[in-house]
C-alpha cells in the first residue's frame, strides 16, 4: 500500500499498542490529533496484552473509516486471525477473549485480515529538496531486499490473507514455524508466504546472509548469539532510499538509532511508554501507560 502524505498536517507513526487503550487516548491527547487533518499508521500489534484490545480495535477502525489512519499487521494481529479460525488457543497471557464475544468481535476480524503488512508513503511538500519516501513495516526489512521485492512479497501474503476462507486456512495452519529461517527465491507455496511473515512481523536479529534468529528479544546492550546482529546494522538496499519505521522490538524503548531508521515500540504493554513519531518533522512523543 502507498499512501500520499502531502496534504496532511500531521502524521504519526505509532508504535504496538498491545490492547492499551487509555495510553492511546492520552497520547492522542498529547499530540492534540484532529482526525479532519492528521494521520495516523499504527506499525501493528493493535491486539493483546493490554488492558483493552477491544477498544483498540474498535477505535483504530473508526479512525480508518474516516479516512484518519491505516494500521499494518503485527505479528499479535495475525495470531488473532489465526485463533478466530480455530488454528490458535488464546494464549493466557492475551487478553482478547472480548474481542470474540463482542457482537462486532467478527466484523473487526474481518476487516483486520484485510490490512496491509507494509506501508511505504510518499511526502511531496514544496519545502522539501525532493520528495521523502518512508517505508512502514511492524518488524523489519531484510537487507537483501530491494523496496520492490518488499512491496511484491508483501503483497503475497496479503492477498492470502484475504482470500476465501478456505485457503486463509490453509496458509495460517502453515504459518507458524521457524524455519526455513532464510529467503531463497525458489521457496514456494506456504513455506515461502511463512518465510515472508517471520520477515516482517517477527524478524529482531539476522545474520549477513538474513538468516533469521528468533528467540533473542533483549536490549542492544545485550550479548547477541554469535554471527547475529539486529537487522538494521547490515544498512539494507531499502534505507538507501527510504526511512525505514519499524515496531515491534520493545527493547529498543524507541530510542534513537539513525535518522534513516526509526523504531517506535516504546514498550507501553511493559510498562514503558506509547510513541508517536511525525513524518513530517521527525518530533517523537512519549506518553506512559496511564493505568
Not at 175 to 192: A, F, K, T
Not at 262 to 288: H, M, P, R, T, Y
Request: aromatic share 10%.
Amino acid at each position: 500500500m502507498k499512501i500520499d502524505i502531502t496534504d496532511y498536517r500531521h502524521v504519526y507513526a505509532i508504535g504496538d499498542l498491545q490492547g492499551c487503550f487509555a495510553a492511546l487516548k492520552a497520547l492522542l491527547k498529547e499530540i492534540q490529533f484532529d482526525p479532519s487533518q492528521d494521520f495516523i499508521i499504527f506499525t501493528g500489534d493493535l491486539v493483546a496484552r493490554g488492558e483493552d484490545s477491544l477498544s483498540c480495535l474498535r477505535f483504530v477502525k473508526k479512525l480508518y473509516d474516516q479516512n484518519a489512519a491505516a494500521t499494518i499487521l503485527g505479528n499479535h494481529d495475525l495470531t488473532l486471525i489465526a485463533t478466530a479460525r480455530g488454528i490458535k488457543k488464546i494464549k493466557e497471557k492475551d487478553r482478547t477473549q472480548d474481542i470474540f464475544d463482542a457482537m462486532d468481535g467478527s466484523d473487526l476480524i474481518d476487516w483486520l485480515r484485510h490490512q496491509p503488512l507494509f506501508i511505504e508513503t510518499v511526502d511531496h511538500t514544496p519545502q522539501l529538496d525532493e520528495p521523502k519516501l518512508s517505508a512502514i513495516v511492524h518488524a523489519g526489512i531484510p537487507h537483501i531486499w530491494s523496496i520492490d521485492q518488499v512491496i511484491a512479497y508483501a503483497n503475497e501474503v496479503e492477498q492470502v490473507l484475504q482470500a476465501d476462507i478456505a485457503r486463509l486456512d490453509e496458509f495460517l495452519k502453515e504459518m507458524y514455524g521457524s524455519q526455513p529461517n532464510v529467503w531463497h527465491d525458489d521457496l514456494s507455496d506456504n513455506i515461502r508466504l511463512r518465510v515472508i511473515t517471520n520477515y516482517l512481523t517477527r524478524m529482531r536479529l539476522s545474520d549477513a546472509q538474513s538468516a533469521l534468529e528468533f528467540e533473542f528479544k533483549a536490549g542492544l546492550d545485550d550479548e547477541m548469539p554469535e554471527g547475529y546482529q539486529p537487522w538494521f546494522n547490515f544498512n539494507g538496499q531499502v534505507e538507501r532510499s527510504h526511512r525505514i519505521i519499524f515496531g515491534h522490538w520493545a527493547a529498543l524503548q524507541a530510542k534513537p538509532i539513525r535518522q534513516n531508521v526509526v523504531a517506535v515500540d516504546g514498550g507501553c504493554v511493559w510498562g514503558g511508554e506509547l510513541v508517536a513519531f511525525n513524518l513530517k518533522n521527525e518530533e517523537q512523543f512519549k506518553i506512559s501507560n496511564p493505568l
